[in-house]
């Protein structure tokens, strides 16, 4: 009796990965929209930049934006801004309207990360599924 051995590795990695691609979309897009949600607005530009990528070779998603000012808002300014490194002391500005104000800084608004934070078990849920559901 003979029996011939088949690899299927091949094609088993190859539906892993579309799978878990599957899940990473569907986590991003989670995220994406609760930072979406939590962002502050102002003029919508920030709000409007939040998108999501994934990276398909090295199976890792991305959540973020290109706003050059974003970071100033997820991580504060001046004495408010996190671990102390913000400038001290206040200072003065002219803002695009042409008044002139003085400020402290700002608080951070962790629109990012709470985006994440609070998604955390949806996202394992997320990618557990797409894993036990392989055809």
Known sequence: MSSEFKDNSAAVKHEIE???I???IQACM???GDAVGLAPVDTGALRDSIDYRVDRD???GYVGTNCEYAVWIEFGTGEF???GNGRKGGWVYT???GKTYFTYGQRPVKFL???FRQNKSQIQAILEDCLRNLT
């Open 18 to 20: 579309l799978q878990a």
């Open 22 to 24: 599957r899940g990473l």
């Open 30 to 32: 989670l995220v994406e």
């Open 58 to 60: 090295e199976l890792v």
């Open 81 to 83: 801004a996190e671990k």
């Open 95 to 97: 803002a695009a309207d």
């Open 113 to 115: 990360r709470n985006a």
